[in-house]
């Protein structure tokens, strides 16, 4: 029975790594099932309806799609198509936001969001102005206020949103430690202290990471 012990922990590490990667699996054909469906809406749509097909297969982005890099493409062509800033100004916050949204441990087409944001402040700066006869300085500080706000970093720390969701998986697997082992009968005082101090350390490390995150 001792022997077996080690192969039967291997089945377990063996099948959550499947299980993970079916998951993964599962993801990215869902991802990219969507992607090609909005894609198809695209060519029927015009004006901001076309945007707004464009940004739902944008949300729905996996790496390296070729169907999030066109979308990008095309929807900053159609930005500069439009002639009324209300409209350009839509448009560029929506391929803006779409993109911060798809955000994960990286932001994808960071050069993009970059290149955006003295836009999306001069358009914000020229419509605001308008109600302020269209005074220049009023312009001037009015797009400076934008600019900061659109350079505001605002993102989580990568740090402690990884070891949020690891000591989430860690404080999950002690309490189920806790209960299979723990609990077993006999009841096993080894197996529930460590499943506690473990439990107790990966949860108070969980609230630290969702309050520095």
């Known amino acids: 029975m001792i022997g077996e012990k080690p192969f039967f922990y291997r089945k377990y590490v063996i099948f959550s790594i499947f299980f993970i990667i079916f998951i993964l699996l599962l993801l990215f054909v869902r991802n990219f099932y ?3 469906l909005h894609e198809k809406e695209v060519k029927k749509s015009v004006g901001l309806e076309k945007v707004k097909a464009y940004e739902r297969v944008i949300l729905n982005h996996f790496p390296l799609s070729p169907y999030t890099e066109r979308a990008v493409k095309e929807l900053l062509s159609i930005c500069e198509g439009f002639l009324e800033e209300k409209e350009k100004n839509y448009c560029y916050e929506t391929l803006r ?8 441990f990286y932001q994808p087409y ?7 944001k003295p836009k999306i ?3 914000r ?3 605001k102005n308008k109600g302020e ?3 220049k300085e009023e312009y001037e500080r009015i797009f400076q206020a934008q600019l900061e706000i659109l350079n505001y970093h ?3 720390s990568c740090f402690w949103s990884i070891v949020t969701v690891f000591s989430l998986l860690g404080w999950i697997t002690s309490l189920i430690i806790v209960i299979f082992k723990g609990f077993a009968k006999p009841l096993n005082k080894r197996w529930l202290a460590f499943g506690g101090v473990s439990y107790l350390f990966f949860f108070c490390l969980w609230l630290l990471g969702l309050l520095l995150a």
């Not at 936001?97 to 994960?104: A, D, E, K, P, W």
């Not at 960071?110 to 955006?116: F, N, Q, R, S, Y």
């Open 154 to 156: 605002h993102a989580p």
């Open 97 to 104: 936001s779409s993109l911060i949204q798809i955000r994960s």
């Open 110 to 116: 960071e050069e993009v969001i970059d290149e955006l």
């Open 125 to 127: 700066a020229t419509l």
């Open 133 to 135: 006869q269209g005074k």
């Open 121 to 123: 402040a001069d358009l």
């Open 34 to 36: 969507y992607q090609v």
